[in-house]
C-alpha cells in the first residue's frame, strides 16, 4: 500500500509563493507522481505531472510558467513550487502516485493512490 502525505500549504496573498510537498512510502521511484487541485465545489483538476526518473513533466495551462513540479527520489519526496498565485489557485491539492508506469500524464483514472491533501489559499 502506498501512503502519500502532502504538507506546504496555506494561506498567501496573490503574487506569493508556496512550495508543496509530498512524502510517499514504499519504492518511489517505481512511480509516476501528479499533482491535482480540488476548489470547492468544483471538480478534481489536473495541475501537473512527472516521470519516475523526473524527464518527463507537463502542466495544465493554468500552471504552466508558474509553478514547477520536481522529484527527489533520494528522499522519496514530490514537489510543486508555485510561483505568482492567483486567487484563482485556491483549493485542496492532492499528490498522486501510478506505480510501475513511466508516466501517468494528466487523466485522474490513471493513478491509483493518493494522499489526503493540503489547503492552500490565495487571498486577493
Known amino acids: 500500500q502506498v501512503q502519500l502525505v502532502e504538507s506546504g500549504g496555506g494561506l498567501v496573498r496573490t503574487g506569493g509563493s508556496l512550495r508543496l510537498s509530498c512524502a510517499a512510502s514504499?519504492?518511489?521511484?517505481?512511480?509516476?507522481m501528479g499533482w491535482f487541485r480540488q476548489a470547492p465545489g468544483k471538480e478534481r483538476e489536473f495541475v501537473a505531472a512527472?516521470?519516475?526518473?523526473?524527464?518527463?513533466?507537463d502542466y495544465a495551462v493554468s500552471a504552466k510558467g508558474r509553478f514547477t513540479i520536481s522529484r527527489d527520489n533520494d528522499k522519496n519526496t514530490l514537489y510543486l513550487q508555485m510561483n505568482s498565485l492567483k486567487p484563482e489557485d485556491t483549493g485542496v491539492y492532492l499528490c498522486?502516485?501510478?506505480?510501475?508506469?513511466?508516466?501517468?500524464?494528466?487523466?485522474?483514472?490513471?493513478?491509483?493512490?493518493w494522499g489526503q491533501g493540503t489547503q492552500v489559499t490565495v487571498s486577493s
Open positions: 498522486a502516485a501510478r506505480p510501475s508506469v513511466k508516466y501517468a500524464g494528466r487523466f485522474i483514472a490513471n493513478y491509483n493512490y
Open positions: 514504499g519504492p518511489f521511484t517505481t512511480y509516476s
Open positions: 512527472i516521470s519516475k526518473i523526473g524527464d518527463t513533466t
